[in-house]
């Protein structure tokens, strides 16, 4: 008798294991290889910094969050085929903080087909607000908003003769939309506009044709290594126009990448400064990452901040043993949700998260200033 009760304790206590060591897997993949990978470093590291500091106390309902991550080398085709495997064969409950446009937009059929949410991709693309995208939820402005408030401080300081470059992709044909009713509504028009290859650009003939059009300003839409190197093509062509590019760029990494050129480069944010402790979110964030032995944040650090947040909060709301179909209802029903200053709501009508748009310049010590 005594035998057999000691069998069902032991065999009771072998049962609850799972469920004291459940972990809740959370999707990633993103080009954590190739010309987008230190922008992609820092915003995970952002991320982390929130998950870390949740998992240190026990994690969500008892759960600590794993992010399995898969390295997509910024390829479209790769992103796709490496979120069916996190969905399909790895069984996560949620994709979070994708890297790019089009990789986003390959990913949505095998959203849909399963039913999972894409939680704070990392891209302002137009296609994943609007129309709105079931299971797509957003935690940052538009690229479109971004363009056009760099036209409007152009446009501010007395700047006309501006130049826009963009990506021939997803990514650059969104974004230039921005900038160009930017600069309908300061009744201008580009200089020249040049559309270049997503990773190799032909800087022997591109920046021939800028150079020739005499901007006073760039407008740069691209993504990491290639627009710093274009960025140095400019300079070494002798031309001082004023360059400005987008949030996507918006990363310690790519201020190294610059190097000596990297004084002066215009970016916009879409979260607060990333040294405003006035800024409740930053204030947090500045604390979670002291105590964590981080020195410092960067812009890119506080969009993974911001979206692990907000996928926290659904996790939680989501209950003790949550389903991708749970999770979804938890993301709908987010209304008003504070992240530190900023709030993030949800309906059936708007999945964009949060609408907040500045500017910042590289100061001659690296660092972004405002």
Do not use: C
Request: net charge positive.
């Amino acid at each position: 008798m005594k035998t057999t009760r000691s069998w069902l304790v032991a065999a009771s206590l072998m049962a609850a294991l799972p469920a004291l060591h459940a972990q809740l897997l959370i999707g990633q993949t993103a080009g954590f290889t190739g010309t987008v990978a230190s922008g992609v470093k820092e915003t995970t590291d952002g991320a982390r910094l929130w998950i870390d500091s949740i998992n240190a106390k026990g994690g969500v309902n008892g759960q600590k969050i794993e992010l399995v991550q898969m390295d997509d080398k910024f390829d479209p085709k790769l992103a796709a085929e490496n979120a069916k495997t996190l969905i399909e064969e790895k069984n996560v409950l949620a994709l979070f903080l994708v890297r790019g446009t089009p990789h986003s937009e390959a990913m949505f059929p095998i959203l849909e087909a399963n039913n999972v949410a894409l939680v704070a991709p990392s891209t302002g693309a137009m296609s994943l607000h609007q129309p709105v995208k079931r299971h797509v939820y957003n935690v940052r402005a538009t690229y479109q908003r971004e363009a056009e408030k760099a036209v409007d401080h152009l446009a501010a300081v007395g700047i006309v003769r501006i130049a826009v470059l963009v990506a021939d992709d997803s990514f650059g044909t969104d974004a230039v939309q921005g900038a160009i009713r930017g600069l309908e509504r300061h009744k201008l028009k580009p200089v020249v506009q040049i559309k270049h290859d997503r990773l190799k650009p032909d800087y022997t003939k591109l920046i021939p044709e800028l150079v020739k059009s005499e901007a006073q300003a760039v407008i740069w839409i691209g993504s990491g290594s290639a627009v710093a190197d274009g960025v140095k093509a400019l300079r070494a062509a002798g031309s001082a126009a004023q360059v400005v590019t987008l949030s996507n760029n918006a990363s310690s990494g790519f201020v190294k990448s610059l190097g000596e050129h990297s004084r002066g480069v215009i970016l916009t944010q879409v979260f607060p400064y990333e040294r405003s402790i006035g800024s409740p979110m930053v204030k947090e964030a500045m604390d979670v990452a002291k105590a964590r032995g981080v020195d410092s944040l960067s812009p890119a650090m506080l969009e993974g901040y911001a979206g692990a947040k907000v996928l926290v909060e659904a996790l939680r709301r989501a209950g003790k043993s949550p389903t991708r179909a749970s999770l979804l209802a938890a993301l709908d029903g987010m209304k008003k949700f504070d992240v530190g200053g900023l709030e993030v709501s949800y309906s059936e009508n708007d999945h964009t998260g949060l609408d907040f748009v500045d500017l910042s310049i590289i100061g001659p010590d690296g660092k972004f200033k405002r």
